[in-house]
């Protein structure tokens, strides 16, 4: 059983900052140190003042945050409320609207309805806990989705995007987002009790949310951590593919060797992702001397080792770290720690010029898994090999805050 809740928002006050999508911002873990400080530049009221503080920052975040309220910046809603966030991007034809209910859902060890399916450091975990215990806020919503199987919650997402608009504006990416407030006491509650009959899968803040469990205290709020549920069938919902960029030197007889587990095809390396079905254990691979897609054969399969759970043996990620990175180019798993054998894209153009001008030796094109994949790697408790998920775009920080107060 699910518990979200309502709660008492914090949230800009336009009138105070400006332009509400222009203090917006993404998550601490996207953005690099020029990003953060162009962000910080725009506005005093920038969420990056609190989202990206670190060690000795993080009290001076909480004092920031405490100016806002008292200022009025940022104000309280009075009554306990979900709000409904819809995320515009893409253009033309790729145009989506993602809509998501942010929630208060509470803390619970994973399996007991919140469902993880990727490992977490303990680097990330240690300043994302500092930061909410100071602060004393949810500043960045945690992402995740819902099967909703029988429709109940779309069902009640379509009513509430018929509310009053709170808030609309374009963040500094160029995406569009606007905020509405349901705090009608019959939705509220439909609302709850739908989250109670389903499933919640984490889909991005594994880390925040073991912070979260980390940082409980006497505060009511504590026990409690912001989400923005998405349902599964929602469109918009994307799993984006992470590529691997091999630097270090690359053997000439890769492709011959790789011929021994693989059907190799050559292909054009622009058009790789494309020729990966989504979900499937297929992988493409570019060189200075050429492209290639590889699919596993049978044998292939079978060379897979035993203790590689059934839940994800047949993804891209295990496929190449079992089939390829390991037993071929030497990268195990702790050289994958290191961080300076592999390094890792979204985007496909720069791992082709990486290996261009030969800053990388190789690079491996994966597909996406499937939502499907997800739900059943975690239903197994079981955990994707690193970097094998990367659902776009993010959640904005700053729509709204959970106070733990």
């Given at each position: 059983?699910?518990?979200?809740?309502?709660?008492?928002?914090?949230?800009?006050?336009p009138?105070?900052?400006?332009?509400?999508?222009?203090?917006?911002?993404?998550?601490?873990?996207?953005?690099?140190?020029?990003?953060?400080?162009?962000?910080?530049?725009?506005?005093?009221?920038?969420?990056?003042?609190?989202?990206?503080?670190?060690?000795?920052?993080?009290?001076s975040?909480?004092?920031?945050?405490?100016?806002?309220?008292?200022?009025?910046?940022?104000?309280?809603?009075?009554?306990?409320?979900?709000?409904?966030?819809?995320?515009?991007?893409?253009?033309?034809?790729?145009?989506?609207?993602?809509?998501?209910?942010?929630?208060?859902?509470?803390?619970?060890?994973?399996?007991?309805?919140?469902?993880?399916?990727?490992?977490?450091?303990?680097?990330?975990?240690?300043?994302?806990?500092?930061?909410?215990?100071?602060?004393?806020?949810?500043?960045?919503?945690?992402?995740a989705?819902?099967?909703?199987?029988?429709g109940?919650?779309s069902?009640?997402?379509?009513?509430?995007?018929?509310?009053?608009?709170?808030?609309?504006?374009?963040?500094?990416?160029?995406?569009?987002?606007?905020?509405?407030?349901?705090?009608?006491a019959?939705?509220?509650?439909?609302?709850?009790?739908?989250?109670?009959?389903?499933?919640?899968?984490?889909?991005?803040g594994?880390?925040?949310?073991?912070?979260?469990?980390?940082?409980?205290?006497?505060?009511?709020?504590?026990?409690?951590?912001?989400?923005?549920?998405?349902?599964?069938?929602?469109?918009?919902?994307?799993?984006?593919?992470?590529?691997?960029?091999?630097?270090?030197?690359?053997?000439?007889?890769?492709?011959?060797?790789?011929?021994?587990?693989?059907?190799?095809?050559?292909?054009d390396?622009?058009?790789?992702?494309?020729?990966?079905?989504?979900?499937?254990?297929?992988?493409?691979?570019?060189?200075?001397?050429?492209?290639?897609?590889?699919?596993?054969?049978?044998?292939?399969?079978?060379?897979?080792?035993?203790?590689?759970?059934?839940?994800?043996?047949?993804?891209?990620?295990?496929?190449?770290?079992?089939?390829?990175?390991?037993?071929?180019?030497?990268?195990?798993?702790?050289?994958?720690?290191?961080?300076?054998?592999?390094?890792?894209?979204?985007?496909?153009?720069?791992?082709?010029?990486?290996?261009?001008?030969?800053?990388?030796?190789?690079g491996?094109?994966?597909?996406?898994?499937?939502?499907?994949?997800?739900?059943?790697?975690?239903?197994?408790?079981?955990?994707?090999?690193?970097?094998?998920?990367?659902?776009?775009?993010?959640?904005?920080?700053?729509?709204?805050?959970?106070?733990?107060?």
């Amino acid at each position: 059983m699910v518990n979200v809740q309502p709660f008492r928002g914090l949230r800009y006050d336009p009138d105070m900052v400006g332009d509400w999508g222009a203090v917006l911002g993404p998550p601490y873990d996207i953005v690099d140190a020029d990003q953060t400080a162009q962000l910080k530049a725009s506005s005093r009221y920038q969420i990056a003042h609190i989202e990206t503080a670190a060690g000795d920052d993080i009290a001076s975040a909480a004092r920031t945050l405490g100016d806002w309220r008292a200022s009025g910046a940022v104000v309280q809603d009075a009554a306990p409320s979900f709000y409904l966030h819809e995320h515009v991007f893409g253009d033309g034809s790729q145009r989506r609207v993602r809509r998501a209910i942010f929630g208060a859902v509470e803390l619970t060890p994973w399996g007991e309805g919140v469902m993880a399916h990727e490992r977490t450091m303990p680097g990330p975990k240690a300043t994302r806990t500092a930061l909410r215990s100071v602060v004393g806020a949810d500043v960045s919503p945690l992402m995740a989705f819902v099967p909703d199987a029988e429709g109940a919650l779309s069902e009640l997402i379509e009513i509430a995007a018929q509310l009053p608009t709170l808030y609309e504006g374009t963040d500094p990416t160029g995406d569009t987002h606007t905020l509405r407030r349901i705090d009608g006491a019959n939705t509220v509650s439909r609302i709850a009790d739908a989250f109670a009959n389903d499933t919640i899968y984490m889909a991005d803040g594994h880390h925040r949310y073991e912070s979260a469990l980390d940082a409980i205290d006497e505060r009511p709020g504590s026990r409690r951590v912001l989400m923005g549920i998405v349902c599964q069938s929602d469109p918009a919902l994307v799993v984006g593919a992470t590529h691997r960029i091999i630097h270090g030197r690359i053997p000439a007889s890769l492709v011959a060797q790789l011929g021994r587990g693989f059907r190799v095809d050559e292909a054009d390396p622009a058009a790789l992702a494309d020729a990966l079905p989504e979900g499937s254990p297929d992988i493409g691979l570019i060189t200075r001397d050429g492209a290639w897609t590889l699919q596993p054969t049978e044998a292939g399969r079978r060379s897979m080792p035993d203790d590689v759970p059934d839940a994800w043996r047949n993804l891209a990620p295990a496929v190449l770290q079992h089939l390829i990175l390991e037993p071929l180019l030497g990268i195990d798993a702790a050289a994958l720690a290191g961080g300076e054998a592999v390094t890792y894209t979204h985007h496909l153009g720069e791992l082709v010029q990486a290996v261009s001008d030969g800053s990388a030796g190789a690079g491996f094109v994966l597909p996406a898994p499937t939502l499907q994949d997800v739900i059943d790697t975690a239903d197994a408790g079981s955990f994707m090999p690193q970097k094998s998920t990367y659902f776009v775009p993010k959640l904005p920080t700053g729509l709204v805050l959970h106070p733990l107060d």
